[in-house]
């Protein structure tokens, strides 16, 4: 798929185009969509060092870039949040959030309540995605309890896209894998876009349930997609630390997992392992 005639298209508003440019795999697009910005931005920040003629001082690199229209760079973590604050501070429908990487921490869940609160007081529709592995942690159990009888709704998924946050009619995702630069974007047909890829996260995530649910019967829900997507991703030939980060777990506990395969698969070592589910991908695939 073409990212650079995706961008045109979108800002030209061609969307029979658009269409065409984006089907097959939303995720998958999504991913280049922010590589491809993130490369706008490095060469915005090599012209931007390169000496002018005539500079006198050496100048702090800006906290924000527009690099096209509707699209602008947020460099740092309090340029970030208080981009997404302002955002927030503005808001009048809706709030949707896709949060990877597991279990956040409870201090910053405990943070968070009142201002879900707030939102949903004020009419404010939100609904959040997390991954499977949340169900397994107490204080988010404990959260989502909390913030779904104030009315936001919450799913979870084995794995997703990056990080994302649409606000109305602005939309900010990752820009660099440590997440201190971002993108915001208020282009229509982009933000029309990742609403799109939300929602069809959305439709394939399951509820989290309302009352924690205990660690077996958690894992008799979730574990099984959870293997299904390691065993995907070990076939692809992503690295133990790029599967833990994507499924949102420790690399102890995606060994715990690994060795769960390939006893069930009857696999000695990961080599034999590696053979077995290329073989079984292979099969399901012809």
Known sequence: ??????????????PEELCKATAGEPQAFLRELATHLGLLAQEAAQQAALPAPAAT?????PAEEVVGPGVR??????????????????????ILTAQPDGARPSAVLKDALESVRRQISAGIAMRTLYQHTTRFDEATKEYVRAVTEYGAQVRTLEEFFDRLII???V??????EERTTAISITEPTIVRFLRDTFD???DRAKPFPFVPLHAAKAADEVVPAIRESISRLLV??????????????????LQAHIAA????????????????????????VV
Not at 1 to 14: E, F, L, P, R
Not at 266 to 273: S, V
């Open 1 to 14: 798929m073409d990212v650079v005639k995706y961008v045109k298209t979108a800002q030209s508003g061609a």
């Open 171 to 176: 939309a900010f995702i990752s820009a660099n």
């Open 167 to 169: 606000v109305d009619d």
């Open 236 to 253: 692809e030939g992503y690295s133990d630390k790029a599967i833990a980060r994507r499924i949102g777990i420790s690399e102890r506990s």
């Open 73 to 94: 760079y947020l460099h740092g973590l309090g340029s970030i949040s208080t981009a997404i604050n302002e955002a927030l501070g503005a808001v009048r429908r809706d």
């Open 57 to 61: 001082a050496e100048a702090a690199p």
């Open 200 to 202: 069809k996260a959305w």
């Open 261 to 284: 395969i390939k006893q069930e698969l009857g696999a000695h070592n990961r080599l034999q392992l590696g053979y077995l589910l290329g073989r079984n991908e292979a099969t399901f």
